[in-house]
């Protein structure tokens, strides 16, 4: 459920897979840590693929298509994203050291590929004015089922502000969910409730949040944190809404 992960001498990070570690998340997510000129393929048989730049200075290559990306880190950049369907082979080039996570999932749909950009996501500043700011994060969505309703697949990034929490009030959904944190100090940390378990958070760590378990986060005073949200729709259920625990609706009155 949840996982302290380190990169392997390759420079890869297995988070889950759908045939393998975590795999009732339904989906294979990978982080790379790349080396200056390092190139990495990606063409998946019958799954549709998100590369995701978290820090660096890369290239993507895909059909006749060539984009540049930089991104000094992910709290002062907006992202860069590649969506490609199955079948689809992505070259990606490191032009200086960097990272991305990568997150598939099985999708016989054909779709046209897509790669966002900042003025492509919808970015929402929460919990500002409610419970005197203690829950104030930014929440950036990339695709989801209403811009994307062609995948199986939803991909974002939350900042959450030091010594406040996220993923609030707690709330749950059927679908599985993963997240993938980093902090702005390697020593920051924080704390992931899932369902009735509490695990610490620390730099490069991941939770895979089975569905229907309450899942809020919250970060130590002085260490702002980041988590990529990835969720996996399920058939003929897709991610659109949050289940809120009834326990806790009082708080939006508030």
Not at 47 to 59: F, H, M, V, W, Y
Not at 111 to 139: H, P
Not at 157 to 170: D, L, Q
Request: proline share 5%; hydrophobic share 35%.
């Amino acid at each position: 459920m949840f996982d302290y992960l380190s990169f392997d001498e390759c420079g890869k990070k297995i988070v889950s897979r759908i045939d393998g570690i975590n795999q009732d998340m339904l989906m294979d997510i990978t982080v790379y840590r790349m080396k200056e000129g390092q190139c990495l393929d990606f063409q998946e048989s019958g799954k549709e693929t998100a590369i995701l730049l978290l820090q660096g200075n890369i290239s993507y290559e895909w059909e006749t298509k060539k984009e540049t990306a930089i991104r000094s880190d992910v709290f002062s950049e907006a992202p860069y994203c590649l969506h490609v369907c199955k079948d689809t082979k992505v070259l990606v080039t490191a032009l200086a050291e960097s990272e991305i996570i990568v997150q598939a999932t099985l999708n016989e749909k054909e779709f046209n590929s897509v790669f966002y950009q900042s003025k492509d996501c919808k970015i929402e500043l929460m919990g500002e004015t409610q419970w005197e700011g203690t829950a104030k994060r930014e929440v950036l969505t990339i695709f989801d089922y209403f811009n994307a309703p062609y995948s199986n697949m939803v991909i974002g990034e939350v900042i959450t502000k030091a010594g406040r929490w996220s993923s609030y009030i707690p709330h749950s959904h059927p679908q599985p969910e993963v997240y993938y944190y980093k902090f702005e100090k390697p020593q920051g940390f924080g704390a992931a409730f899932i369902g009735e378990d509490v695990f610490k958070v620390a730099e490069g760590s991941a939770a895979s949040i089975p569905g229907g378990l309450t899942h809020p986060q919250t970060a130590a005073p002085g260490y702002n944190m980041y988590y990529c949200w990835m969720i996996r729709h399920l058939p003929n259920q897709p991610w659109t809404s949050r289940d809120n625990d009834p326990v806790h609706t009082w708080l939006l009155e508030q």
